[in-house]
């Protein structure tokens, strides 16, 4: 089966990445991977609106809820990020610091 295959989650991840890294990693050993045309759940504590929150941040908070995993989680993405899309890694990096300086425009 598909676990004895890939293994478990890759324990790298703090919250939120582990279910995207485990289904790139199994495209990439060629394992059929379904997907839904809808959540099959959800988190009715994670209904805020993270964009908003963000932009009304000051640059410390910012960077706080930037890297929070119960806000935007940007360390898991940068790994994720890393593991699958090496070349999209800078710009990510790029965008982001972008953001943290111009919130409000983006």
Known sequence: GVYKK?????SGYVHGAADYDYTLSARSKNIHVVLLPSYMGTCSVNTA???E???NLNFTDRYKYLISP????FLDYLLLQK????KRYP???FKTFLKMLFSKEF
């Open 6 to 10: 890939m293994g478990g989650l890759f």
């Open 49 to 51: 609106n993270k964009a």
């Open 53 to 55: 929150i963000f932009r």
């Open 70 to 73: 119960v806000g935007y989680g």
């Open 83 to 86: 593991r699958h899309f090496k």
């Open 91 to 93: 710009f990510v990096v």
